[in-house]
């Protein structure tokens, strides 16, 4: 079946680490995202990348860092530089412009300990 | 420049309909979406409408489209306890293909 893969499902980092978000789809789609959401805020850009080697930052993207080497991949980076990183995240992508919208993966919660 | 809002709670009791508002400043947009999220888990697409209809239902789901106010509803017949969730609307402008999200409306399902 395809579908949008996120890994791992929790995540624990420690103060000054950097840690990588994955994502991966079989959807054959040319876009993909990036978004955080915490309590009562709904979801927030980081960045998006419509196609293969080239991306965009979104609304939130200080702090984060992502590469689209793959057309199936997008990971995200989350750095020391991310003054408080402990929410969920959730990937997404789309064919790009059809009528669809997003398939989402099921999110990865990550947490500073 | 765009912007979705909607409330941020709901209560109902079960068997009840429930309706989720939700208003969009662009103009321009093509598709409007709503979308299911349960506890954990990622969004899952319920209903999308297309910017020139003004009514589309499926099965329990009602979406109603008031283009000139630039209003969105959702509503859901006989609300069940499995509908408790976080819903989201979501617009699709023309620029880009990005979907523009709301906060997200939690409803609550009272047995």
């Known amino acids: 079946d395809g579908g949008i893969t996120q890994s791992p499902k929790y995540l624990f980092r420690k103060e000054g680490q950097n840690v990588t978000l994955s994502c991966e789809q079989n959807l054959n789609h040319d876009a993909m995202y990036w978004y955080r959401q915490d309590p009562g805020q709904g979801l927030r850009l980081i960045y998006y990348?419509?196609?293969?080697?080239?991306?965009q930052k979104g609304d939130i993207a200080e702090g984060y860092s992502v590469s689209r080497e793959k057309k199936e991949s997008f990971p995200l980076t989350v750095t020391s530089a991310q003054k408080n990183p402990t929410a969920f995240y959730l990937c997404?992508?789309?064919?790009?412009?059809?009528?669809?919208?997003?398939?989402f993966g099921s999110g990865t919660r990550l947490t500073v300990v | 420049g765009e912007d979705v809002e909607q409330s941020l709670f709901l209560s109902v009791r079960e068997g009840d309909s429930s309706v989720i508002n939700c208003t969009y400043t662009?103009?321009?947009?093509?598709?409007l979406y709503w979308y299911k999220q349960e506890p954990g888990a990622g969004l899952q697409l319920l209903t999308y409408?297309?910017?020139?209809?003004d009514m589309k239902q499926d099965q329990r789901l009602t979406v109603l489209l008031n283009k000139k106010d630039k209003h969105l509803s959702l509503r859901i017949a006989d609300t069940q306890t499995g509908d408790s969730a976080i819903y989201f609307c979501?617009?699709?402008?023309?620029?880009?293909?990005?979907?523009?999200f709301g906060q997200g409306t939690e409803l609550s399902v009272k047995p």
């Open positions: 979501a617009e699709k402008g023309n620029q880009g293909g990005k979907l523009i």
């Open positions: 662009d103009s321009s947009s093509t598709y």
């Open positions: 990348s419509q196609i293969v080697n080239d991306f």
């Open positions: 997404a992508s789309s064919i790009g412009r059809d009528r669809i919208g997003y398939t």
């Open positions: 409408i297309f910017s020139n209809m």
